[in-house]
């Protein structure tokens, strides 16, 4: 069970709009922890997507954006490509748990 | 350019330990963290745990309290990850990512060590 919540699976057609939902509570995001999220092609290491709730790194395509309010945020894919089709990630930092912590990850599926 | 390279796969029976590596280039070594995730077979990602490269703290999940060790050496810009008493439930991908901000997010990644642990 992980402390943070994500949808196991979500999907849509090419050049749809799709959002990932990534549920917290009290202790992280409504701590005011920042949330991050990365990507994760099956057999590669994870990749940074978004970092500090809104922020792109370098590189990262504008059409992926994040959001935060209150104990939740969300990961909003727009223009979906087939190259998206991968696993994503939620993290932040927990203070009961005085860790870092994950989602337990979202499967996109590019139909 | 940044870098985090790792040692190679490991296989280990039941009860032994394992010490994987994470030699870091590109970065100033000791101006960032370097924190320990795995990942199981078909699995999410799972927090192990952390070093302050500069000062040496660490921190380590609760989960894996008592289990893991963290260390670095500065002089050769490597970090390592000592997880003893395996059981099954070990076998995984272990990734070291570097710390970026506080709290952090993990901005460069290391390749990822599988390790095995069977009889």
């Known amino acids: 069970q992980s402390v943070l919540t994500q949808p196991p699976s979500v999907s849509g057609a090419p050049g749809q709009r799709v959002t990932l939902s990534c549920a917290g509570s009290?202790?992280?995001?409504?701590?005011?922890?920042?949330v991050h999220w990365y990507q994760q092609v099956p057999g590669t290491a994870p990749k940074l997507l978004i970092y500090?709730?809104?922020n792109r790194p370098s590189g990262v395509p504008d059409r992926f954006s994040g959001s935060k309010s209150g104990t939740s945020a969300s990961l909003a894919i727009t223009g979906l490509q087939a190259e998206d089709e991968a696993d994503y990630y939620c993290q932040s930092y927990d203070s009961s748990l005085s860790g870092c912590v994950f989602g337990g990850g979202t499967k996109l599926t590019v139909l | 350019q940044v870098q985090l390279v790792q040692s190679g796969a490991e296989v280990e029976k039941p009860g032994a330990s394992v010490k994987v590596s994470c030699k870091a280039s590109g970065y100033t070594f000791t101006n960032y963290a370097i924190h320990w995730v795995r990942q199981a077979p078909g699995q999410g990602l799972e927090w192990v745990g952390w070093?302050?490269?500069?000062?040496?703290?660490?921190k380590y999940s609760q989960k894996f309290q008592g289990r893991v060790t963290i260390t670095r050496d500065t002089s050769a810009t490597t970090a390592y990850m000592e997880l003893s008493s395996l059981g099954s439930e070990d076998t995984a991908v272990y990734y070291c990512?570097?710390?970026?901000?506080?709290?952090?997010?993990?901005?460069?990644w290391g390749q990822g060590t599988l390790v095995t642990v069977s009889s």
């Open positions: 990512a570097r710390g970026e901000g506080y709290p952090w997010n993990f901005d460069y």
């Open positions: 070093i302050n490269t500069g000062t040496g703290e660490r």
């Open positions: 500090g709730n809104t």
């Open positions: 009290s202790s992280n995001f409504g701590a005011g922890y920042d």
